[in-house]
């Protein structure tokens, strides 16, 4: 039974007792865990393993590495004494009396020349011990009352199958006896952990993962309420980490997945842990030690299956597949198990297993370092099979990883492994052999080494472990949208998105909605989403001059983009689809939302238009992770030009040639003059119109034409950067200003200019047109003079066109001409994108 009051138990890692100042802020988690409390604590960071180096370097009579082991234990534990303690002479003293031991036992093992298990154990546990003596010693001075137990008389072991494991009665009766007084005294009990007493009364080692299993233990022993693990990491997490960037801590794991987390590669948890809490039903905690203010995770009988079906991946590396084939073994009884019991005679453990239906294969894993060892002690076993040509081959393939999808909602669920098998093969990644137990509680896949971190993230995605919530299972799966950007474009999107939604859902079988809409002056998020009246509320807002939000001054891209983190990337949605339509420089926004699992649509050209090394980044993640980039809209606004581009070297041709006037803003600032009107005052007109990029500065400079130019240079397969293109603006430095109105203002200056040169292309029967030509050779973009009755010369107003010269279409072009400026017609295209997409996601 528990007792009346009970107690926590907490244990510091090595990290967490590394330094002085590690120790510190162990403290803190000490005097803030309340009165009856025992603490097991780890040695220093790398004292464990200096001490088996020690031990070794003693055996190989090396004393000058033994020598230097034995004098860095002693100035590390002398450096932190330093550090913590007023009063040192205590401490200082049992330093020196452990370093004395110390010595005198590397050479006795050295003298010997023999390292018997004992020796070793007995090496390695002072480093346990001498940190736990150092914490009583703070913990005292800090005036939290503390007291030494050594973890001899505590934790007591047997002799089971080979091995020591705890003796469970033994060691509550001991708790009872020595640990109870002290915390009825309102005394902190600290305890090495590690370690134990073996049959013999002598010190032994409790392996890896030590010091957890002894908090365990020390837990069970004393009916505790919950254990703490205090480590350098926040919690159990959905995956790791260092392959999974976005992987997110569990809040709440059962016993079972954690066991089988901690099985196949979670390096946060040794599977023993769980064993001595599970029929106690004790809670298990992991914690950051060094972020109070993260709650970690709790591990626990109580917890759920929950809405995740999978709650999260893991991975073994660096493993080895061993096969036994041959058609003798069909309907044999005992392969299996002479397989298995020559391995474990040779001192191998099988992490894996997979056996064909007909019976002439079987399969499993062991570490690769093991597999060659493996493989004779198989060939041994079945020599005679082998002779007689009963077994074919006994061989490992080596360089394997094994994959862990775990989750206690995966029992009974429909269409876990199609959609595991799937998202894999979404990625190239080949399995090479499957395992899944009756209880469905995980799916494991053996992949290659080099596919393992592209398989981790691909189920990651596909299940949607960043997310705060998983998606709803639903047959018809919505496309939810987020607009960034709310201008003319944005405005006009809506207003289409609304008038067109009879048309998406019923002729098309879409259902599109607007999720979230960002701005410079925030973000707003409706999960379900916006209705249309809430959308022409905003559209409406917007266009009378205010803001979405009531802000003082407008956020930068950076504080936007963490809103977004904040409020929109963890919500769940499946392959949502981000529409920039804003004029900004958005490319890490777009390669973080493409990292969170968004499909993009672009009508913002400035981030197609970035170093070569960050476009190609972006795409590159694009295919990683099976998502759409789709940009119609930044090179011919509602023109088809890049899906001409596309269909033409789909079907094999080759694109030489992209000769044609992309600015609808210049193209009507070019007729206007044509007509007779001022320089300034076409462009006053343009502005006024929306025709222009809210700075116009960025249509005149040639800018946004050259963008547009690099874009489909880049689609041609082309690298090239914005600096190597050959550009004439339409003004200079002398009339540039920040201010639009003044801008415009000061072009009158350059009205006199621009007259000539529309009388001198007159006077030659041509027309000024602002052409970019983009080639194999060159990309150049300017004012060019060219016939008047030429398709080019006939252009009016805002119309673009594109000539596209191509193998099929050397001498005779294939020619797009149509609208290029002008909100409706960008966001028609915008929608075009989202469509495709959606549709795309629907066939998928």
């Not at 546990?125 to 150092?134: D, P």
């Not at 060691?171 to 007084?181: D, H, S």
């Not at 350098?232 to 569990?250: C, F, H, I, Y």
């Not at 350059?750 to 027309?767: G, H, M, P, Q, T």
Request: charged share 25%; hydrophobic share 45%; proline share 4%.
């Amino acid at each position: 039974m528990r007792a009346p009051e009970s107690v926590e138990v907490y244990k510091f890692g090595g990290v967490a007792m590394g330094d002085a100042d590690a120790v510190r802020m162990a403290a803190t988690h000490v005097r803030a865990g309340g009165p009856r409390l025992a603490v097991i604590v780890s040695a220093m960071q790398g004292i464990t393993d200096l001490l088996h180096g020690a031990a070794r370097a003693a055996v190989q009579r090396n004393a000058s590495a033994w020598e230097a082991a034995v004098e860095e234990f002693e100035k590390r534990h002398r450096a932190v004494v330093g550090d913590l303690l007023r009063q040192r002479k205590r401490l200082n003293s049992e330093i020196g009396q452990s370093v004395r031991e110390l010595r005198a036992m590397c050479e006795s093992i050295s003298v010997l020349h023999e390292l018997t298990r004992r020796a070793e154990d007995a090496v390695v546990a002072r480093g346990e011990r001498l940190m736990a003596r150092i914490f009583v010693e703070f913990l005292n001075e800090q005036r939290i009352a503390a007291s030494y137990v050594d973890a001899a008389d505590v934790i007591l072991t047997a002799p089971r199958l080979g091995s020591l494991w705890p003796d469970f009665t033994k060691c509550e009766r001991a708790a009872k006896r020595v640990i109870r007084p002290l915390l009825d005294e309102g005394k902190v009990i600290v305890i090495p952990g590690y370690i134990g007493r073996g049959p013999d009364d002598e010190v032994v080692t409790l392996g890896r993962g030590g010091s957890d299993f002894s908090a365990a233990i020390v837990a069970r022993s004393l009916g505790a309420r919950s254990v703490t693990l205090f480590k350098e990491v926040d919690g159990l997490m959905t995956a790791d980490p260092k392959s999974v960037p976005n992987a997110r801590v569990l809040a709440d794991v059962h016993y079972r997945e954690a066991a089988e987390l901690a099985f196949y590669g979670a390096k946060v948890l040794h599977p023993r842990t769980m064993i001595p809490l599970v029929d106690r039903r004790i809670p298990l905690f992991v914690r950051n030690a060094f972020r109070p203010e993260s709650s970690g995770t709790r591990i626990a009988a109580d917890v759920k299956p929950g809405p995740y079906p999978v709650k999260a991946l893991t991975a073994i590396h660096r493993q080895a597949l061993i096969a036994i084939e041959g058609k003798g073994m069909i309907g044999v009884p005992g392969v299996a198990g002479r397989a298995f019991t020559s391995l474990a005679q040779a001192g191998h453990s099988v992490s894996m297993i997979s056996q064909a239906s007909s019976e002439s294969s079987i399969c499993f894993v062991v570490p690769e370092s093991e597999a060659d060892h493996a493989v004779r002690a198989l060939h041994a076993a079945f020599e005679a099979e082998r002779r007689m040509k009963l077994i074919d081959r006994i061989d490992a393939e080596k360089k394997l990883a094994l994959i862990a999808v775990v989750g206690l909602g995966m029992r009974g669920r429909p269409g876990i492994a199609a959609r595991t098998f799937s998202a894999l093969s979404g990625q190239r990644v080949n399995v090479v052999a499957i395992a899944q137990g009756s209880s469905e509680l995980n799916i494991t896949v053996a992949v290659s080494e080099s596919d393992a971190t592209r398989a981790l993230v691909s189920l990651h995605n596909e299940f949607q472990l960043d997310k705060i919530r998983p998606l709803a299972d639903t047959s018809g799966r919505e496309s939810k949208l987020t607009l960034l950007g709310f201008g003319q474009i944005g405005r006009a999107l809506t207003g289409q998105l609304i008038a067109q939604d009879k048309h998406l859902r019923s002729e098309l079988g879409l259902d599109v909605k607007v999720i979230a809409i960002a701005d410079r002056s925030g973000i707003k998020v409706q999960e379900k989403g916006f209705s249309a009246s809430a959308m022409q509320r905003m559209s409406n807002h917007k266009a009378s001059g205010a803001r979405l939000f009531d802000r003082h001054s407008p956020l930068t891209l950076k504080q936007l983009q963490t809103m977004m983190r904040e409020e929109l990337w963890l919500l769940p949605s499946h392959r949502p689809i981000l529409v920039d339509i804003t004029s900004e420089e958005t490319a890490p926004l777009l390669q973080e939302a493409l990292e969170r699992g968004f499909h993009l649509v672009l009508a913002n050209k400035k981030p197609l238009a970035v170093p070569q090394i960050e476009y190609d980044r972006l795409f590159q993640t694009a295919r990683e992770r099976g998502l759409s980039i789709r940009y119609e809209a930044t090179a011919g606004a509602g023109l088809p030009v890049l899906d001409t581009i596309s269909k033409l070297q789909e079907a094999g041709d080759r694109v030489d040639t992209i000769v044609g006037c992309f600015s609808g803003t210049l193209g009507y600032i070019m007729t206007a003059l044509e007509d007779g009107r001022r320089f300034s005052a076409a462009v006053r007109e343009a502005w006024k119109l929306g025709f222009t990029e809210p700075d116009p500065r960025d249509d005149l400079s040639g800018t946004d034409v050259a963008r547009k130019a690099l874009i489909l240079a880049r689609a041609l397969g082309r690298r090239a950067e914005l600096a190597d293109i050959k550009l004439e603006p339409l003004f200079g430095t002398g009339v540039d200003h920040s201010n639009p109105a003044r801008f415009i203002a000061n072009l009158a200056a350059l009205d006199n200019d621009f007259a000539e040169r529309v009388n001198r292309a007159r006077s030659e029967k041509r027309v000024l047109r602002y052409v970019a030509t983009v080639n194999r050779k060159e990309i150049r973009v300017g004012i060019e003079a060219v016939p008047e009755s030429s398709p080019m010369g006939r252009l009016r107003g805002t119309d673009n066109q594109v000539a596209i010269y191509s193998k099929r279409y050397k001498t005779n072009p294939l020619v797009v001409t149509g609208p290029g400026a002008g909100a409706q017609v960008t966001a028609a295209g915008v929608l075009n994108d989202i469509v495709a997409i959606t549709v795309e996601e629907r066939r998928r």
